[in-house]
């Protein structure tokens, strides 16, 4: 079975452009996370969907970041605009039900931003 | 406050030398999952393991649910077990709730 796949792997941005990050949950699953890590903050939560919907979103990222579901096998991640601060490394992560089931997370995309 | 405690920070073993991480956690979790990960690199699931012991190749969780806590026993350490490993809760709210983490190095 596939795993969880983000693309791309690597995204470099000019300050202010518009980025889009992907994921693929692994087939069958109903929870999906989106996180961002960096060395200072650690893991902080974006977004976390439950099948497609919205459940939470990460307070503090409301404002440029947006993530969407549109059906049960994709997700992206819009950052609009981007600001250098925003340079790490985003993880998506996927569950059938968190609760009862094991959490898989995809490599990753990291995000430089110029 | 922190509602998963990891210990130690970190810690430096000899090739072949066993470790012993601890996760403390405050609040009652209905799924506790441990995570390695190389620098660099993404999170890597090792075990699920809400309750009682589970053993996987050189890896042995023992959870105690009532007692809020989980171990995970890396037994004859290798280089390639050096990174950082994390302990995650779901405290009955379907939330990943991480631990702070144990940074392992294992020297040749």
């Known amino acids: 079975d596939a795993g969880v796949t983000q693309t791309p792997r690597h995204e470099v941005a000019e300050k202010g452009q518009t980025i889009i990050l992907k994921c693929e949950p692994v087939?069958?699953?109903?929870?999906l996370f989106w996180y961002r890590q960096t060395k200072i903050q650690g893991l902080e939560l974006l977004s976390y969907?439950?099948?497609?919907?919205?459940?939470?979103d990460g307070g503090a990222f409301k404002d440029r970041f947006k993530a969407e579901m549109l059906n049960s096998s994709f997700s992206t991640l819009k950052i609009q605009p981007t600001e250098p601060k925003d340079s790490a490394v985003y993880l998506c992560?996927?569950?059938?039900?968190?609760?009862?089931?094991?959490?898989?997370f995809g490599a990753g995309t990291r995000l430089s931003v110029l | 406050g922190q509602q998963v405690q990891q210990s130690p920070a970190s810690l430096v073993l000899q090739e072949g030398e066993n470790a012993e991480l601890q996760c403390n956690f405050s609040?009652?979790?209905?799924?506790l999952q441990w995570f390695y990960q190389s620098p660099g690199g993404s999170l890597v699931s090792l075990l699920s393991?809400?309750?009682g012991t589970k053993h996987t190749g050189r890896l042995t969780s023992t959870t105690v649910t009532k007692e809020r806590r989980s171990s995970l026993h890396i037994s004859s350490s290798q280089t390639t077990d050096s990174g950082t490993y994390l302990c995650?809760?779901?405290?009955?709210?379907?939330?990943?709730?991480f631990g702070t983490g144990t940074r392992l190095q294992v020297l040749p």
């Open positions: 609040s009652t979790a209905t799924q």
């Open positions: 969907f439950r099948s497609k919907s919205l459940m939470e």
């Open positions: 393991n809400p309750s």
């Open positions: 087939s069958g699953h109903n929870d």
């Open positions: 995650a809760i779901d405290p009955n709210t379907n939330k990943v709730v």
């Open positions: 992560a996927s569950s059938q039900d968190w609760g009862q089931n094991t959490l898989y």
